[in-house]
């Protein structure tokens, strides 16, 4: 396959990736992955006692710093902080 016509292919995919993930409030694949992340790593935080380090990898990045930064800017809260919080709501009837 010559370049152009890969290229040409790659276009195509994107935006058939694009597509498919888009739902009505027309979220991009990157923004899906992000929020997807973000909800995996709230349960694991919630209902496991692993790292924030830990977390961080199991939901894809290579840093717990780069990881906190986007759950922050996602929920507000840093990893810690969701935890704690997240726990005391648990135990409170």
Known sequence: MDRRRACIQ???VSHDLRRAVQGDDGCSP??????WRVAVASAALKSSH???SEVA???GYGSAAAFSSVF??????????YRVESAVVERDP
Do not use: D
């Open 72 to 81: 922050f800017k996602v929920t507000g809260r840093r990893p810690g902080q």
């Open 30 to 35: 990157l923004r899906y992955l992000i929020e």
């Open 50 to 52: 692993r790292s924030i």
């Open 57 to 59: 990898e199991i939901v």
């Open 10 to 12: 790659r276009r195509h």
